[in-house]
């Protein structure tokens, strides 16, 4: 039977009558499966973006590992609305600093 090539996308679950925790791959006629202890380091397919990753810790503990950045925007979005940042307020604060960038780096070519 020839090895189908392709990044796995890993779910956790429960085999065995014991019920023994095993992260299995989701692709379509893939037998592949590891334990939970030698998972972290491994490629992964985010199950919310699809972009392939390396498992890190955090991400190794969650049921469908996702990449860091999906992990941020569902934390962010966890917040209260009164906590989260607003678009305009990050809009405001990127332009402040590249203004003050090159505030500094004309003062920086007017002292030379």
Excluded: W
Excluded at 15 to 42: N, S
Excluded at 65 to 85: D, G, H, I, N, W
Excluded at 88 to 97: D, F, G, K
């Amino acid at each position: 039977m020839p090895k189908n090539k392709h990044t796995h996308q890993y779910k956790r679950t429960k085999v065995g009558k014991k019920g023994y925790e095993v992260y299995k791959c989701t692709v379509a006629g893939c037998p592949h499966f590891v334990d939970p202890g030698i998972l972290e380091g491994r490629m992964n397919v985010c199950h919310q973006c699809g972009e392939e990753h390396v498992i890190d810790k955090v991400a190794a503990l969650l049921a469908k590992p996702k990449c860091r950045v999906c992990m941020a925007l569902a934390k962010e979005e966890s917040k209260a609305p009164e906590e989260r940042v607003s678009d305009q307020a990050v809009s405001e604060l990127v332009n402040s600093l590249l203004s003050s960038s090159a505030h500094m780096r004309y003062n920086d070519s007017e002292e030379e």
